[in-house]
């Protein structure tokens, strides 16, 4: 499945206000609230998630951490992590996506990559991944591919519902703008 359109968020947030400005019925109403809702409560789920990071508490790096931008400015932030490849038994070096979310703008921040080395310090030299590890990360990479396809699907689903509101209200031959009840 295609990767969804970078300002999806954005995008889907001014297109249900142009609807509601035009003039929406109290089901058009409705239906808008419902997309809206979906977006606040799921919205580090769906952007992140459409990438194959896995969120919640659990999962993030950091969440809703306070980083300070100088003197000026401070923000709030959640980090989440994938893995870049599934490891094998042999891996002794892996990477690491990783995502940094503005919470107040709802959009990436930054975007970094985490380079892992597996060492033995006894040893003074890599090492492979034990069999217990290479299990665990594997059942990861299956999780983030699992992620990555159901977030997808729930972003295009929200396109399909905002583009339907569209052709209910503006979009749609003869539509006239509810200016109100003028007097």
């Known amino acids: 499945m295609d990767t969804p359109p970078h300002r999806w ?3 889907v947030k001014k297109r249900i206000g142009k609807c ?3 003039g929406l019925r109290p089901k058009q109403v409705d239906e808008a609230g419902k997309i809206l809702r979906v977006l606040a409560r799921d919205w580090k789920e769906l952007l992140a998630g459409s990438e194959g990071f896995l969120v919640g508490r659990s999962r993030a790096g950091l969440e809703r951490h306070r980083v300070a ?3 000026m400015d401070s923000m709030h932030v959640s980090v989440y992590h994938k893995l870049r490849e599934s ?3 042999s891996t002794d070096s892996f990477l690491l996506d990783v995502l940094i979310l503005s919470e107040r703008h709802q959009r990436p921040a930054a975007r970094c990559v985490e380079d892992i080395v597996l060492y033995d310090y006894r040893k003074g030299a ?3 991944l034990k069999e ?3 299990r665990k990360f594997n ?3 299956k999780a983030q591919e699992q992620a990555g396809k159901l977030n997808k699907l729930r972003i295009y689903n929200l396109l399909e519902r905002v583009e339907g509101l569209e052709k209910e209200s503006w979009d749609k031959e003869g539509a006239v703008e509810d200016l109100g009840a003028g007097g």
């Open 139 to 141: 059942q990861t990479w």
């Open 132 to 134: 217990f590890m290479s």
């Open 126 to 128: 890599k090492t492979p």
């Open 20 to 22: 509601i400005i035009f």
């Open 87 to 89: 490891p094998t038994n």
């Open 9 to 11: 968020l954005a995008d």
């Open 69 to 71: 931008w100088g003197e």
